[in-house]
């Protein structure tokens, strides 16, 4: 064969070879495919879903790419258009993060390093976290997942944060044999072209200096999808067509309003024939209004409206708006609806909603202390910053604000009666002392201030023992000063407490 291939490309120096066509042709199936409208994948069951394997027997069920990319195009439209959508959106994350966002260090060291890092950080021009949160809080709803690169200084370690449209994420490829857990982010380039991003993580390899540490070149997080689906899905995805078609009823309405408000003057003009009906309309134009009209008994004047029956259109709106609210987990007050019998619903239908956006606002503290954990890596893995006493890793906790306004008169008459009626249990020995203290510290957690019960009653014990002590060293020296009395010849005398 190579004697056969230098002979053939002699007598055709033209002639390509097996490999040079391969290329040749692998180059344009990846033009054509490229060429592509942007809806067309391969889905032959027509089921909407991707389906292929992604390591051993584990399967991967995505929405369609051109789906995915359809989802958060829509998802801009109605967050632009529609504000009702909008509402949604803005809604969450106001109450995820509410007027404030603050962070500390709990095993920090004396000189507070570590605090001052974060806060260097935080505050940093190019990161602005103060500034940019709370959009990127609010488009994880949007989009359903975010994507943040790092870059860090390679001489003190310093991290800035930038952002990746969800829209410009070509695929999220998952950890092998770890479905749930992303591992690359394949970012979309100006050819088309993956750029691979390594999602930030622990580092697992015992041989590499990042041991133990966070590492990698992205943060990404991703909402509402399934386990086996690494990517996320947008808030408005189920309720995105009802949205819509709600907004387009609205616009129809105003329309059909507009008619409403039109009429005609429908003249009955008795006994006359064409020339007479043409000679009237000429000297009488439609009346003004507050004009003066005079006829006589055969000439009658009638306004004609239309009727559209405004009764039903209500209750269509009504019905739409309470399923879209339903969908979203947002009771119908929050959206214009007044009264009494609203305020109830409210009060009675807002648990779940609360609890909804509280699990909301756990992802995002979870992120963000992920991201500062990272911050206080890298500067300790670059020598900027000590590690903690005792080594390991700095204990960072994210405040988010409560987003229930707390009734304060009622919690603290709930608190005192719970009181006097611990008290009573704990004397009567109807409950221990320590069961007592967790049912009193979970009431007054009511009041807005945590009380970690296990504390409590950690600290209760040292003071109860501290007493003891305090008690037993006054009654051993009460008792040694009477027998020195004693031994000297005298009354025992009563020493002074």
């Known amino acids: 064969m190579g004697i056969r291939s230098t002979l053939a490309k002699f007598l055709a120096p033209e002639l390509v070879d097996r490999g040079a066509v391969e290329q040749l042709v692998a180059e344009e199936v990846k033009r054509a495919r490229m060429g592509l409208p942007f809806y067309a994948d391969y889905d032959?069951?027509?089921?909407?879903?991707?389906?292929?394997?992604?390591?051993?027997?584990?399967?991967?069920?995505?929405?369609?790419?051109?789906?995915?990319?359809?989802?958060i195009e829509i998802a801009y439209f109605l967050y632009a258009t529609s504000g009702m959508a909008k509402k949604f959106i803005e809604d969450t994350k106001n109450f995820v993060m509410g007027r404030w966002v603050t962070f500390e260090v709990k095993n920090d060291r004396p000189d507070k390093g570590a605090t001052d890092l974060l806060k260097e950080f935080w505050k940093d021009s190019i990161n602005r976290m103060d500034v940019l949160l709370g959009p990127r809080v609010a488009f994880l709803g949007l989009l359903g997942e975010q994507c943040w690169p790092v870059t860090v200084n390679p001489h003190n370690g310093f991290v800035q944060v930038s952002y990746v449209d969800p829209a410009n994420i070509d695929d999220v490829i998952p950890l092998p044999g770890f479905a749930e857990i992303a591992d690359i982010v394949?970012?979309?380039?100006?050819?088309?072209g993956g750029q691979p991003l390594r999602v930030i993580r622990k580092e697992r390899d015992p041989r590499k200096p990042e041991y133990g540490r966070l590492a990698g070149d992205c943060f990404y997080w991703a909402i509402n999808k399934p386990p086996n689906s690494p990517r996320g899905w947008s808030d408005l995805l189920q309720a995105a067509d009802f949205i819509s078609s709600l907004e387009e009823s609205l616009f129809s309405e105003l329309d059909r309003l507009n008619l409403m408000k039109a009429f005609i003057w429908d003249v009955t003009y008795e006994g006359a024939d064409e020339n007479d009906i043409k000679k009237f309309?000429?000297?009488?134009?439609?009346?003004?209004?507050?004009?003066?009209?005079?006829?006589?008994?055969?000439?009658?004047?009638?306004?004609?409206?239309?009727?559209?029956?405004?009764?039903?259109?209500?209750?269509?709106?009504?019905?739409?708006?309470?399923?879209?609210?339903?969908?979203?987990?947002?009771?119908?007050?929050?959206?214009?609806?007044?009264g009494k019998a609203y305020q109830t619903e409210a009060d009675l239908m807002g648990e779940p909603t609360y609890r909804d956006l509280e699990v909301r606002q756990n992802v995002v503290r979870t992120m963000l202390e992920e991201v500062l954990r990272f911050v206080a890596d890298q500067a300790i893995l670059h020598r900027a910053l000590?590690?903690?006493?005792?080594?390991?890793?700095?204990?960072i906790c994210v405040n988010l604000p409560s987003m229930r306004k707390r009734d304060l008169k009622t919690a603290t008459d709930s608190l005192n009666s719970v009181t006097q009626s611990l008290v009573a249990a704990e004397t009567q020995g109807w409950a221990r002392k320590e069961t007592c203290q967790r049912i009193w510290a979970a009431v007054?957690?009511?009041?807005?201030?945590?009380?970690?019960?296990?504390?409590?009653?950690?600290?209760?014990?040292?003071?109860?023992?501290?007493?003891?002590?305090?008690?037993?060293?006054?009654?051993?020296?009460?008792?040694?000063?009477?027998?020195?009395?004693?031994?000297?010849?005298?009354k025992p005398l009563t020493p002074h407490p």
Do not use: C
């Open 44 to 71: 032959p069951k027509g089921e909407g879903f991707r389906r292929y394997a992604i390591g051993g027997n584990q399967v991967r069920m995505d929405i369609l790419p051109a789906s995915h990319d359809m989802m």
């Open 444 to 490: 007054a957690s009511e009041t807005g201030v945590e009380v970690d019960a296990e504390e409590e009653i950690e600290e209760a014990r040292k003071r109860d023992a501290e007493q003891v002590s305090e008690d037993y060293r006054k009654v051993r020296s009460k008792a040694l000063g009477v027998k020195r009395d004693e031994s000297e010849g005298g």
């Open 386 to 395: 000590p590690e903690p006493e005792g080594g390991g890793d700095y204990e």
């Open 281 to 338: 309309r000429e000297r009488n134009p439609p009346p003004k209004p507050g004009s003066l009209r005079i006829h006589n008994e055969k000439v009658t004047w009638k306004a004609e409206a239309p009727d559209l029956q405004h009764q039903d259109t209500k209750y269509f709106f009504d019905m739409m708006r309470s399923y879209v609210s339903g969908v979203q987990g947002r009771p119908d007050s929050w959206f214009g609806s007044g």
């Open 186 to 192: 394949q970012v979309r380039s100006v050819e088309r």
